[in-house]
């Protein structure tokens, strides 16, 4: 099927987001942080330009046979928005080799600077392509909810970002856990969902369905007119990451996480010590 994904490539858009692209893709490929590049664009650039570097390099993921799997919304919490000093939602592309089985662990040097927040996961069993997307629409289309850890990661050094970083950056996604137990829409109330994530056995936050833009159904209606809109829409099967419902913690290695969400259950992962033990993603055939 033909996405508005189909027709981004390097020589159709201007030489300041294949440059910005290309910066974020080689910070990816070698591990190491680079400068914000919202000093690339024009007057620090606008969201139509980041979303253009964003797409730009998800085109290029989609040549080399990897395979999207869902979409994340980002920053639909006060208090994420509050410490990356942003003031609105973004979205970013999930890919298949992206996923971490729930209780694995993340291999030392998959990520440059990662942390970790708590999420609802919503799964879709219908398209939603309509562009004034409506909670019945989505309700409807919707299987069931997983609870889920998002491991957010920047490629800039320090996390020195702007809207327009962190959208071009593919929304600062690294990777993502799923509980696995489905729960159907019809017995929980994600509004009033409580979440507590702990590391290493202490609690670092907590948070409600409410924070996530008043519900995580909210901001799912929110990406699925966004997407809509510009023409490549949500689809049945695909996993939608509703944002975070507290604020998100620093992972370093030998660290565990785990979070629980009331009427959803528990989702973990671990941080390998060391390069010698790791546990392959899943989704290792894109």
Not at 29 to 38: F, M
Not at 41 to 64: C, I, K, M, P, S
Not at 168 to 191: H, I
Request: glycine content about 10%; overall charge negative.
């Amino acid at each position: 099927m033909s996405t508005v994904l189909d027709s981004v490539r390097p020589d159709a858009v201007p030489p300041a987001v294949v440059k910005a692209a290309d910066i974020l893709a080689e910070a990816t490929r070698t591990g190491v942080a680079c400068p914000p590049v919202r000093t690339l664009l024009d007057e620090g650039g606008d969201l139509e330009t980041a979303y253009a570097v964003q797409q730009l390099n998800v085109r290029r993921g989609l040549d080399a046979g990897r395979r999207i799997v869902g979409r994340k919304i980002g920053l639909t919490s006060p208090a994420v928005q509050r410490q990356l000093g942003v003031d609105q939602p973004d979205f970013g592309a999930l890919f298949a080799d992206m996923a971490v089985p729930d209780g694995g662990e993340v291999p030392v040097g998959r990520l440059l600077q990662p942390k970790v927040e708590a999420e609802v996961a919503l799964v879709l069993g219908r398209d939603l392509p309509h562009r004034e997307c409506t909670v019945v629409d989505l309700l409807r289309a919707v299987d069931f909810a997983l609870p889920a850890l998002e491991i957010v990661d920047s490629r800039i050094a320090n996390w020195d970002i702007s809207l327009v970083d962190t959208v071009a950056d593919n929304a600062s996604c690294g990777l993502y856990v799923l509980g696995a137990t489905p729960v159907p829409l019809t017995r929980v109330n994600l509004s009033a969902v409580t979440m507590t994530m702990a590391r290493n056995g202490a609690a670092v936050s907590e948070g409600t369905g409410a924070a996530c833009l008043g519900s995580p159904l909210n901001a799912a209606v929110w990406l699925a007119s966004a997407l809509a809109e510009r023409g490549d829409p949500l689809r049945a099967g695909d996993v939608v990451l509703t944002g975070a419902l507290g604020p998100m913690a620093p992972a370093t290695p030998g660290d565990y996480f785990e979070a629980h969400i009331s009427e959803l259950g528990s989702v973990r992962v671990g941080f390998a010590k060391d390069a010698t033990t790791t546990v392959a993603a899943e989704g290792d055939d894109q």
